[in-house]
C-alpha cells in the first residue's frame, strides 16, 4: 500500500469499526533571494568557496578518519543549498594540504578564484576530539568565522558529521543569511527489521519509526514494538515525536519523549468505535490536530498536546484526513472526498471559511510550508500513479516538482521550505527521497525495506 492510500485504507479501517545532485557552477536556486551580503564578497555577488579537506593535527587514526569525512560532510552540506559557487572536489586536491590552519596557501586559492576558503584542523585529547574550523577571506586572509568544537569518541562515533553539520550551518547563516538543514533530521516508518503482525488491520509486516541525519546518514531505530507505528511528527522543540500506532490493537496517538527514557503518553487512545490517525503540530506546539472517527465519520480534530480539550474542526457526511497546520496556527489543510474524489481544502480553526484549493482529479496529503512561504505540497494522481505539487497562495496556482517516474506520494516540507522530502516506488519499493522545491536535486535517503510518512524536524 503506497503512502497516499492511507486515505482509502483509513477509510477501511474506520468503516470496519463502525460495522464492528546539480551540476555545482549552477547559480543558487530554491526560496533564498541570493542579494545578501557577505563578508567575502560584495552584496548581491556569489562567493566562490573552497572546502578541502580538514588537517589532521596527528596520525592517530580516528583522527586522520575523522578530518576526511568533516570535510568531505561540510563540503556536501554547503553544496546542498546552492548559495555557493563549490569549487569541485578534483580541483581542490590540486593544493598541497598544509601543515596546520597557520600555513594555507591563500596564493593559490585566489588563481582557482576561490573567494573563501574552509580551513579546518582535528586534533585529539585523552577526553575526546576537538575541531577547529575557519572561513577564510582569500583577498587578505582575515577570518570571516571561526568555530571550535570538541566532543568524546562516543558522541563522535560518526565520524565528526555532526561538526561538518553545525559548521556548515553557521556559515549559512553568517554568510547568506538562511537557515541552513544540515542539523535537522527525518524521522519516517520502516518495515525494514521484518516480523509481522496479526490484528485489526490483518497480518502484515511490523513497521517501526526510524531518524536518519537530512542527507540519509546514521538511521536509527526510535521504536521497537511488534506493531504498526506510522506517521511520527517531530515536536516543533525537538522534545517528542508523535506517532500513531496499533500496539493496543486499535489506533492510538503516541507522545514518545526524545530526550529521556520516560514511558510515552497517549494524547488519543484507540476503540474499537474510536480510531485516531495522522497527528500533525501546530507550529507552536501547542496543539495537535488529527484524524477520528469517534463520532461515526472520518473527521478533523484538534486537541491540546496532553490529549485535553479536544474540538472537532469538519462536520460533513464524506471523509476528512490527513490534516495539517498553516504557519500562523489558524487554518488547518485536509484531504476530503466530499467534491466526490479527494481534493486539498483548507479551513479556519472555527470551521469557517472553507476554500478547496486542488484542481486535479485525486489528492491527498497536504503539507504546509514554513514562514515565510506560504505554499502547501500535496501528492496529486498523474497517470497511473502520482506526482508531487506545490500549490502557492499568492498565484493561486499550482505546479509539479517531481519527474514522472514511478509513483510519489507524501511531501514534507524542510524548516527552511526549500526542500521536500516525499516517498516513491521509482526504485521498485516505497524509499524516502528529498528535491529541491524547484524540482532539481533529487537524493534517495532510504534503500532498506519499505519506507514511508517522511517528516522533517524543525
Same mark, same amino acid.
Given at each position: ?24 557552477q ?10 545578501? =551580503?557577505?563578508n ?24 586522520? +578518519? ?47 578564484? +576561490? ?18 574550523? =575557519? ?13 571550535k ?9 560518526d ?21 541552513g ?5 527525518l ?10 503482525m496479526?490484528?485489526?488491520?490483518g ?43 496499533? =500496539? ?19 494524547? +488519543? =487512545? ?15 506546539g ?5 484524524m ?26 464524506m ?6 497546520w498553516s ?29 478547496r ?30 506526482e ?16 514522472g ?35 532539481r ?18
Amino acid at each position: 500500500m503506497t503512502h497516499t492510500r492511507i486515505f482509502t485504507a483509513v477509510l477501511a479501517v474506520a468503516g470496519a469499526a463502525l460495522l464492528a545532485a546539480a551540476p555545482q557552477q549552477q547559480p543558487p536556486a530554491g526560496g533564498q533571494d541570493p542579494v545578501v =551580503r557577505s563578508n567575502l564578497v560584495g552584496d548581491g555577488v556569489v562567493p566562490k568557496l573552497a572546502v578541502p579537506e580538514f588537517i589532521p593535527l596527528s596520525n592517530d587514526a580516528d583522527v586522520v +578518519a575523522a578530518a576526511k569525512t568533516i570535510g568531505e560532510v561540510l563540503w556536501d552540506d554547503l553544496a546542498f543549498e546552492k548559495e555557493f559557487y563549490m569549487l569541485p572536489r578534483d580541483i581542490l586536491k590540486t593544493v598541497p594540504r598544509p601543515p596546520n590552519a597557520d600555513q594555507v596557501a591563500l596564493s593559490r586559492w585566489r588563481e582557482l578564484g +576561490a573567494d573563501g576558503v574552509v580551513v579546518g584542523t582535528v586534533s585529539k585529547t585523552s577526553e575526546g576530539i576537538i575541531v577547529e574550523a =575557519r572561513l577564510l577571506k582569500v583577498a587578505d586572509g582575515s577570518m570571516a568565522l571561526g568555530k571550535k568544537y570538541s566532543g568524546t569518541l562516543r558522541s563522535t562515533a560518526d565520524g565528526g558529521r555532526v561538526f561538518a553539520h553545525s559548521f556548515a550551518d553557521e556559515i549559512h547563516k553568517t554568510q547568506r543569511n538562511l537557515r541552513g538543514v544540515a542539523l535537522t533530521k527525518l524521522a519516517f516508518s520502516s518495515d525494514r527489521d521484518g516480523g509481522r503482525m496479526k490484528g485489526p488491520v490483518g497480518d502484515r509486516a511490523i513497521s517501526n519509526i526510524y531518524r536518519a541525519d537530512y542527507d540519509g546518514a546514521n538511521q536509527t531505530r526510535m521504536t521497537f514494538g511488534r506493531t504498526l507505528d506510522l506517521a511520527p511528527a517531530w515536536d516543533p522543540t525537538g522534545v517528542s515525536l508523535l506517532y500513531f500506532t496499533y =500496539r493496543s490493537g486499535y489506533p492510538d496517538l503516541v507522545l514518545q519523549s526524545l530526550r529521556d527514557a520516560r514511558a510515552p503518553t497517549f494524547p +488519543a =487512545r484507540g476503540t474499537a468505535e474510536n480510531h485516531n490517525f495522522l497527528p500533525v503540530w501546530s507550529h507552536d506546539g501547542s496543539k495537535i490536530a488529527f484524524m477520528s472517527n469517534r463520532d461515526g465519520n472520518p473527521e478533523i480534530y484538534v486537541m491540546n498536546r496532553d490529549g485535553s480539550n479536544v474540538r472537532r474542526i469538519t462536520n460533513h457526511p464524506m471523509a476528512d484526513t490527513t490534516p495539517t497546520w498553516s504557519s500562523s496556527g489558524n487554518q488547518i489543510a485536509f484531504t476530503s472526498d466530499r467534491s466526490g474524489t479527494p481534493q486539498i481544502y483548507v479551513v479556519n480553526l472555527d470551521g469557517t471559511g472553507l476554500v478547496r484549493i486542488s484542481q486535479e482529479s485525486y489528492c491527498d496529503r497536504a503539507t504546509w510550508s514554513p514562514p515565510p512561504l506560504n505554499e502547501i505540497a500535496y501528492a496529486s494522481r498523474s497517470g497511473g500513479g502520482y506526482e508531487i505539487r506545490l500549490f502557492d497562495f499568492g498565484t493561486r496556482e499550482s505546479r509539479v516538482i517531481t519527474d514522472g517516474i514511478g509513483s510519489n506520494e507524501s511531501p514534507a516540507f524542510a524548516p527552511n521550505g526549500r526542500h521536500v522530502a516525499f516517498v516513491s516506488d521509482r526504485s521498485g519499493t516505497p524509499q524516502i527521497y528529498t528535491v529541491a522545491r524547484d524540482g532539481r536535486d533529487l537524493k534517495q535517503i532510504t534503500k532498506v525495506g519499505s519506507n514511508r510518512y517522511p517528516t522533517w524536524s524543525q
